[in-house]
């Protein structure tokens, strides 16, 4: 797809630099053909290892646990003794407590220099992209023509866990899928202004509640994203009434829900079903989980989809906390559109046939058969119709 969409872009350049009447700069260009790619992160070719560098999937029992040699003394790893399944790719996958996750998550932004914006932009990409993947499917194919577009519904809270949320309905969108978004109390640093900015300008609904109505929207996918691992003890209102809401959507709606990094209300280290949480009776038992850099201990304890996203960890870090070099199932997480990249090849050899019959016609008017007025007549329209076309396709 990336090669495709560097090949086309080069060639539409080249075949636009000889036209007037064309208003896409290069720069536009190349930021137009990053933008309708929907997995900007997967700079491979191939299609099953399209997005191995950002994301995998695999059930709880896939994953392998992390060892027990961690040399951070402010917060020991846990151990595990999980044996190893079925086994097609090396990764770095284990289980994190809660205090471990908290660490490595200070750790990135301090030794290899990651800013909060910049872990939080990744991951929440790999958040969209597998909840594009579940929610549109392998395929890869968004609705089009008179389809109702595949719509999700984002609940996001007080923490980084909703900034994922808030950074994934943005990148939803530009997926092709209609997002609304849940933010109960909106967070006053700027980086979460900043964030709620981008998705008001994209037109996303931004709620305080979620809406419980029959008659209101079906959300085909719901995302979890109120608390990560800073979360304990049970949850207190209006993320309590949140949840449960979610719950019952899911339940009545049949509506996929996903849960980013920690089904909320979990407990990070002993999950949902454990005896120890005393909030097991009414938890969230969600369809998916999309666990950032490495899954959290209750992950154990989780029976569903599992994909693994925003994966930053340098070797000499995962090193550290005892991350070792694993086997894990792997499948391709997401497809790009084939559909855009097959208009878009379509339309450039349309367009080359045409600027050949283009070159004839010029040859023709040096005879004077067809007359000045004719050619310049030509040439403006079809401009308009290049500009109409790229317009169709670019949005
Ligand atoms: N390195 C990583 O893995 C990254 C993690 N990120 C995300 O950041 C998350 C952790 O973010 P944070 O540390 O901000 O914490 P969380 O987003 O998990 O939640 C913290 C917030 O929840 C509130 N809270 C905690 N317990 C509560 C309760 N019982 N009832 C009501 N409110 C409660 C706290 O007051 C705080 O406002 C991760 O789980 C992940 O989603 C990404 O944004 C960036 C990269
Ligand atoms: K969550």
């Known amino acids: 797809m990336v090669s495709i969409i560097g090949r086309s872009t080069t060639t539409l350049l080249l075949a636009l630099s000889t036209r007037r009447n064309l208003f896409l700069s290069a720069s536009t260009f190349a930021s137009l053909a990053v933008s309708v790619s929907p997995f900007t992160a997967a700079a491979v070719t191939s299609p099953s290892s399209r997005y191995k560098s950002t994301l995998c999937l695999c059930t709880a029992d896939e994953t392998t646990s992390a060892s027990s040699s961690s040399s951070c003394a402010a917060a020991p790893l846990s151990t595990d003794t999980n044996t190893q399944r079925t086994m097609t790719n090396d990764l770095n996958t284990g289980y994190l ?163 980013v990094d920690v089904p909320s209300g979990w407990d990070v280290n002993h999950g949902g079903d454990d005896s120890t949480n005393e909030f097991k009776l009414q938890s969230l038992r969600p369809d998916v989980l999309i666990s950032l850099t490495v899954p959290k201990l209750f992950a154990k304890y989780f029976h569903g989809r599992h994909f693994i996203g925003g994966r930053f960890l340098p070797p000499a870090m995962a090193e550290k906390y005892g991350i070792r070099k694993t086997k894990s199932k792997v499948q391709a997480a997401t497809s790009e559109s084939e559909d855009w990249a097959a208009q878009y090849q379509a339309y450039l050899e349309e367009k080359e046939v045409a600027s050949e019959v283009n070159r004839d016609h010029i040859d023709l008017s040096n005879t004077a058969d067809v007359s000045e007025t004719e050619e310049e007549s030509w040439t403006v329209q079809y401009a308009k119709y290049c500009e109409e076309k790229e317009r169709d396709l670019f949005g």
């Open 97 to 259: 407590s809660a205090a471990d996750a908290a660490a490595l998550d200070a750790e990135l932004m301090s030794t290899p220099g990651f800013c909060l914006e910049q872990l939080m932009e990744l991951a929440g990409l790999a958040v969209a992209e597998a909840v594009y993947n579940v929610v549109v499917g392998d395929a890869g194919t968004t609705t089009t023509g008179e389809e109702k577009k595949k719509h999700v519904l984002l609940v996001c809270g007080p923490g980084n866990n909703g900034g994922d949320g808030l950074v994934a309905a943005r990148h939803l969108v530009h997926f092709g899928l209609a997002a609304t978004i849940v933010y109960p109390k909106h967070s006053t640093k700027p980086h979460f202004i900043n964030l709620v900015k981008q998705c008001e300008d994209l037109g996303i609904p931004i709620l305080d509640t979620i809406p419980m109505e029959v008659s209101e929207e079906r959300f085909d996918g719901i995302v979890d994203a109120i608390f990560g691992f800073s979360f304990s003890g049970i949850p207190r209102e209006p993320y309590a009434t949140a949840i449960a809401n979610m719950i019952e959507l899911q339940q009545q709606h049949k509506s996929i829900l996903i849960s």
